[in-house]
């Protein structure tokens, strides 16, 4: 994953952010995305980091699961990186931590946002929020959003697709609920794995009791990435599930909506 180096204006800009930083600190990097329009408001610089215990049977990235996949990056050159778009992004997006699952690499990720909010960005998470307690308070206090993709309403159905528990996630739910962060919850939808309504309606439930959620992104599965698996001998079990009707996705999004969630 190549970085570009920094103007040398942007990487003065970017002192004060990496001398806050520990030196030397690295951390696994699957890519970048310089112009995201979809993780988080508005345009957004998007670092897909490396590593994710969970494998859940839509994945889209399964070339994200492991550290060692990717690229072994400092701290320093992700700021330098992020340094050089920051005028854009500032006034007119942020910068969003992803994955694979972002949360693997908790040191990694405090130390990003940490210099990302030292030169002023709007910072957002995406997280399945498995591995909530490793998000410390200095992290928390250094995301401006969470991006919260809750897999499914039940634990059994959550466990099946995702082979890890739903507690976990809840429970980080309610943990940034009780702090007051900002959520967007996402859901996606997967026909005849993530569209049963009754489900659905208990989770949109849970959201709206929260307090904290400002909107759901229903997103319809997609098979983008199904080539990724058997390039790596995977064996993709979704092989003949095609994307929700625009039908279900509205009904779906009516569910947040008679909530009184703002969905999209």
Not at 107 to 136: E, P, Q
Request: glycine letters at 10%; aromatic letters at 8%; proline letters at 5%.
């Amino acid at each position: 994953m190549p970085l570009t180096n920094c103007t040398v204006a942007a990487c003065a800009g970017t002192a004060s952010a990496v001398s806050a930083s520990p030196a030397g600190l690295e951390g696994w990097v699957h890519s970048t995305e310089t112009f995201g329009t979809a993780d988080g408001p508005g345009i957004r610089y998007v670092l897909f980091m490396s590593g994710c215990p969970l494998r859940c049977q839509y994945c889209h990235n399964p070339d994200t699961w492991h550290r060692q996949d990717g690229t072994l990056t400092t701290v320093e050159d992700i700021l330098a990186d992020i340094a050089g778009y920051r005028g854009f992004i500032r006034a007119h997006g942020g910068v969003t931590l992803s994955g694979g699952e972002p949360l693997v690499q908790p040191k990694f990720c405090k130390a990003i946002l940490h210099g990302c909010k030292a030169m002023g960005l709007h910072t957002a998470l995406d997280t399945s929020g498995y591995l909530g307690h490793l998000a410390d308070d200095a992290l928390l206090a250094d995301t401006d959003l969470v991006l919260l993709d809750i897999k499914a309403a039940t634990g059994r159905r959550f466990r099946s697709l995702t082979g890890v528990e739903l507690k976990p996630t809840i429970q980080f739910a309610e943990d940034l609920a009780a702090i007051n962060k900002a959520v967007w919850l996402r859901y996606v939808l997967v026909p005849g794995l993530t569209d049963q309504l009754d489900e659905i309606e208990s989770l949109a439930r849970f959201a709206a009791g929260l307090g904290n959620v400002e909107r759901v992104d229903v997103l319809p599965f997609h098979k983008l990435g199904e080539h990724k698996w058997r390039d790596r001998g995977l064996a993709y079990r979704l092989d003949g599930v095609q994307p929700p009707s625009e039908t279900l996705i509205e009904t779906v999004r009516q569910i947040f909506h008679a909530e009184g969630l703002v969905a999209h």
